[in-house]
């Protein structure tokens, strides 16, 4: 039996969470992708930091990735506004430097808000917004005169949230709903969970889509951009979102694969598969009758999580299972925590 990696030509890969937690590596992470052999392309929703810079940190951590080996939101939103607007466009620029050196990268005339401000007769045909510590109010309001008179709106990413060393920040999102809020009128977004930074990446690698396969920790960001992507896609349970969140998740939020973290990857994947009464993973085979679970027999950890997540995602799907009952069988299921 191949190994989970040899059914995909790539990889695009989620950094938080999945490589790195803040300055540190997560564990088993850069060894697992050390020894890789399909070509990896790193997707961030981070729209402030250039791809050279993230690059930098990964070299740091002991991998080898170069600019060209990350793809950004901010990237994702260049390419979007070059799809529609003509070459040397015009451009605002809200965010950090990141936002601004896409922007250049695509040939674009990049104008700061301040540029703006003091000579408002300079019309711009795009905005692009992306985080920046340093974003004002004022360039929030230089965002949304230009949209109101009709430019093109793009942001990197909707995540509403920043997780910073001092705690929770508003994140990107919440700053286009500030925007959103003047001009009544929505961006095209381009980040996770969206699917233009996914293709971009498989369009950089010169792969189709269907084989090229997400990583990531998050189910509603990297999970549900896969899945918008048309791109299979792999839970790690080494940041954000665990088996018992994945339980209640709704069709769109649900990876291909789940695995414990990146090493999985080089091993041998047994998929949840169904005889119509019981669900098989390797060794375990389980249902549900009459709200609790009956066992067959008991596999490992990640064996009993997977045949245990299919049988909830069906229970829930044939309407047979609420989620209250999902989430006290999940936690029946804790073993593998
Ligand atoms: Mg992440």
Redesign the pocket.
């Known amino acids: 039996m191949a190994s989970l990696i040899e059914r995909y030509a790539a990889v695009v890969c ?5 490589v790195y937690r803040g300055p540190d590596a997560v564990d088993h992470a850069v060894g697992a992708l050390s020894g890789l052999t399909v070509p990896i392309v790193y997707a961030t929703n981070n729209a402030s930091r250039p791809p050279e810079e993230v690059a930098a940190h990964l070299t740091d951590l002991g991998l080898h990735a170069s600019g060209r080996d990350v793809a950004t939101s901010s990237q994702a939103g260049a390419e979007e506004l070059a799809a529609h607007l003509p070459h040397g466009a015009r451009v605002l620029a809200v965010g950090g430097v990141g936002v601004r050196e896409a922007l250049q990268a695509k040939g674009f005339r990049v104008l700061q808000p301040a540029q703006v401000r003091d000579d408002p007769g300079q019309r711009v045909a795009g905005v692009l917004q992306g985080y920046g510590p340093d974003v004002t109010a004022a360039d929030l309001a230089e965002a949304a005169y230009a949209v109101a008179a009709g430019a093109m709106w793009v942001a990197t990413n909707t995540d509403g949230t920043l997780p910073t060393h001092r705690g929770t920040a508003p994140g990107n999102g919440t700053l286009v709903a500030a925007v959103r809020r003047a001009v009544n009128r929505d961006p095209v977004v381009v980040g996770k969970p969206e699917a233009p930074l996914y293709h971009l990446c498989a369009g950089r690698l010169g792969i189709e889509v269907r084989r090229v396969l997400a990583v ?3 189910l509603d960001t ?1 999970i549900a951009g896969a899945v918008s992507a048309g791109m299979d896609s792999v839970l790690v349970l080494t ?2 979102d665990s088996v018992t969140t994945l339980a209640t998740a709704p069709r769109q939020l649900r990876p291909t694969y789940l695995v414990e973290d990146l090493r999985s990857l080089q091993d041998e994947y047994d998929d949840a598969e169904t005889d119509y009464s019981w669900w098989v993973c390797g060794n375990d085979r389980r249902r549900v009758v009459d709200g609790r679970w009956e066992v067959a027999s008991q596999g490992a950890a990640m064996e009993a999580a997977r045949a245990g997540i299919a049988a909830l995602h069906q229970g829930l799907d044939d309407g047979d299972l609420d989620t209250e009952t999902v989430r006290r069988l999940v936690r029946d299921l804790d073993d593998w925590q």
């Open positions: 989620d950094l938080d969470g999945v990531g920790d998050r990297d940041g954000v």
